[in-house]
């Protein structure tokens, strides 16, 4: 196709009237604009309205109009009711500006069916910058708008359904989190009546070894209880945060001892999965009440004694460390104790790693475990 270099003479367009025999005679542009199966017209922007001076043979196949019909007129008749405006007022503005055009555009043919045009227009203009010609180019391009269209109407439809679905699921999620919370309350408020039970059943006991056997029960059950008043709490049923639960704990446990103790809690916040938190939870109290109950006995009245406890992640690991200021417990591995022996027991479930070690003075354990990214990485 001429750019706007090519030299060319106002009546060069009278060129395509000279080719009346076969292909190739007369000037070879002209042949090869008649020939092309690629709709094509010439429009003179010298003349009102910029009518159509040539069109070629596809261009007539391709709109049904009779070249009669077409020649002297400006493009535009084959624009209709349905025909965006934007479109129409882009090429106006590109022409004007004597700029390419390359757009789609819904037009209209002779018998009143439509067809989406891609249509493409050049200016030509001589060397002295006279405006000659514009020359556009037509091709039905119906299919691939169908197909475009089909593939909006099927990503709309698949938002919406993808949007229902969304919509669906929250709700469920929401049920099973509400059934969820409604669960965690039910246990803690069971784990409260078997409690009072066990308290109500100790006073009636008269063996001191039978009650301090009901008295370890409860704290246990209790600390069972703070896991599910956390779990019912949380806005995520799934998760459990064990800072705030060692915070509930530690503060509880030496409140309720009556002794005056000092707590120094250091808690990163460290989340875990719910099933994980029961077993790691009576873990941390076995560790605390046992460090109250024993950790400053035999200790001088002036002692302060202190309950602390360090948490944070360790790339993949919980790092907790539960320690006191007492009269050290040394090497508590030998003990066979039903305390110990429970920690190890959920230790193993747990996969965590606990050391006990006699800091001087005082104690302190430290418990290693995965995370749950951890844990999925193990296997």
């Known amino acids: 196709m001429m750019d706007a270099k090519t030299p060319l003479t106002a009546d060069d367009w009278h060129m395509t009237d000279d080719l009346h025999a076969e ?18 017209i010439i429009t003179d922007p010298r ?8 069109v070629n043979d596809a261009f007539l196949k391709l709109t049904g109009y009779e070249r009669s019909e077409v020649i002297g007129r400006n493009c535009r008749f084959l624009q209709g009711p349905l025909t965006e405006e934007a479109a129409v007022q882009t ?10 055009v390359s757009i789609d555009i819904l037009n209209y043919r002779k018998d009143g069916s439509t067809f989406w045009n891609a249509l493409f227009i050049s200016p030509v203009s001589n ?54 919370h ?53 806005d995520n049923v799934s998760t459990f945060d064990v800072a705030d639960f060692i915070r509930d704990l530690v503060v509880d446990l030496v ?13 990163e916040p460290v989340v875990i999965s719910a099933d994980r938190a029961a077993p790691l939870a009576l873990i941390v109290n076995e560790l605390v009440t046992n460090t109250i109950k024993h950790a400053f006995t035999g ?4 002692h302060k004694g202190k309950v602390a406890a360090r948490l944070r992640s360790d790339n993949d690991r919980l790092v907790l460390q539960i320690a006191d200021n007492g009269v050290g417990m040394g090497d508590s591995g030998g003990s066979d104790s039903f305390g110990l ?30 995370t749950d990214k951890g844990a999925k990485a193990r296997g």
Do not use: C
């Open 23 to 40: 292909q190739g005679k007369g000037d070879p542009f002209a042949a090869a604009i008649r020939a092309t199966r690629m709709s094509m």
């Open 47 to 54: 003349r009102r309205d910029n009518p159509i001076v040539f």
């Open 91 to 100: 090429l106006r503005d590109q022409i004007a500006a004597r700029k390419d």
């Open 127 to 180: 060397e002295s910058g006279e405006l000659l010609f514009y020359f556009a180019s037509q091709l039905d391009v119906t299919d691939r708008k169908t197909s475009e269209k089909r593939i909006r109407d099927d990503n709309a439809m698949f938002e919406i359904a993808v949007r229902e679905r969304t919509q669906e699921l929250e709700l469920a999620l929401e049920t099973q989190k509400a059934l969820l």
């Open 182 to 234: 409604e669960v965690d309350h039910r246990v803690k408020n069971n784990l409260q009546m078997i409690s009072s039970l066990l308290t109500m059943q100790s006073r009636s006991m008269s063996d001191e070894a039978t009650r301090a056997s009901l008295a370890a029960a409860l704290t246990r059950i209790e600390a069972l209880s703070t896991v599910h008043r956390r779990l019912y709490q949380s």
């Open 255 to 267: 409140a309720a001892s009556g002794q005056q103790l000092e707590h120094d809690l250091d808690l």
């Open 299 to 302: 200790m001088p009245d002036s």
């Open 341 to 370: 022996r429970l920690i190890k027991s959920l230790s193993r479930q747990l996969r965590a790693d606990i050391g006990w070690k006699d800091a001087g003075p005082g104690t302190v354990v430290d418990i290693r475990m995965p």
